[in-house]
């Protein structure tokens, strides 16, 4: 049995990564899509309790979060400004920009250069930076050519404006494509111990210690609560299926930085403690037999 509590400074317990090979964040993260309104879009139901788990957050230990200029839009960013500015000085700010968004649920890739550099500019002045740590190209804008789009925040990078450059939902080829332009300090495709189709992007970001985002990484519910296929072991470890995912995320690969994210105090803290678990070879065989991998 484990005995997981989220105690201050949990999140070290992670262990470390360093992103882009200068800035080490403890590998359990935080994703700030939650903590907006319903379907991405508007404010948060409860404002303070989202101005709370970002404070929450950065207590357990989290140097590392991530957002988008389209969580919201711009909400998400907004609230870690007025929750956590001035910043940590170990804390790392990821953001993405490559989506316009026209309401609740909808989403519209566009990668024109103009619009990439309006948005990182807005996410300055959203989070109160003057310079973006990481800055993920939201998607591959297929009616853009990719040099024009890594392009526009390769000027941007030269500007002083953003420190590393990112991808988000890419093949290997893609991958492969976007080095040949710029380096790459990060991928982040979806990804869970019951969703693995990203298998050959993270074993070529282990090759290359490019981190590896997996979001989503505890699937789309099915492994939360009694009925998760993970209950029966979680239990035998004394924690929740939830934080047996997580576990199993980190002990995948040392390139892996999950990124949960929740909109209540209590379930980031059920997160983060997942960072104090540890599983044996035996134990992730079992699980891997347990989701047919």
């Avoid at 080095?179 to 990203?198: D, G, H, L, W």
């Avoid at 934080?243 to 059920?270: F, K, N």
Wanted: with cysteine; charged share 25%; aromatic share 4%.
């Amino acid at each position: 049995m484990t005995d997981v509590h989220a105690t201050p400074d949990i999140a070290e317990r992670s262990g470390t990564f360093a992103l882009g090979g200068d800035l080490p964040v403890h590998r359990l993260g935080f994703g700030a899509m939650r903590i907006v309104g319903e379907g991405v879009w508007g404010p948060p139901r409860d404002r303070d309790e989202a101005l709370a788990v970002l404070r929450r957050a950065v207590e357990l230990g989290i140097t590392f979060i991530d957002t988008a200029d389209s969580y919201g839009p711009q909400i998400s960013e907004q609230l870690i400004r007025e929750a956590l500015r001035p910043y940590p000085d170990d804390l790392v700010i990821g953001t993405k920009a490559g989506f316009a968004r026209t309401g609740p649920g909808r989403w519209h890739v566009l990668g024109r250069p103009e619009y990439l550099k309006q948005q990182v500019e807005l996410s300055l002045r959203s989070l109160g930076l003057e310079r973006i740590d990481l800055l993920q190209l939201h998607r591959i804008d297929p009616g853009v050519p990719l040099a024009d789009q890594l392009g526009a925040l390769v000027e941007l990078r030269e500007e002083g404006k953003i420190r590393h450059i990112g991808l988000s939902e890419v093949t290997v080829d893609e991958l492969s494509a976007a080095r040949a332009i710029t380096p790459v300090a990060s991928v982040q495709n979806q990804y869970a111990p019951s969703f693995r189709q990203s298998e050959d992007v993270l074993e070529q970001c282990e090759k290359d210690g490019t981190a590896f985002l997996p979001w989503a990484p505890v699937g789309r519910g099915e492994l939360a609560g009694p009925e998760s296929p993970l209950a029966a072991v979680a239990a035998e470890h004394g924690v929740t299926p939830v934080q047996l995912s997580l576990a199993w995320l980190l002990h995948r690969s040392p390139v892996m930085l999950p990124i949960p994210g929740t909109s209540r105090v209590a379930h980031l803290e059920e997160n983060t403690a997942a960072a104090a678990v540890r599983l044996s070879e035996e134990e992730t065989e079992r699980i891997d037999q347990l989701l047919g991998a």
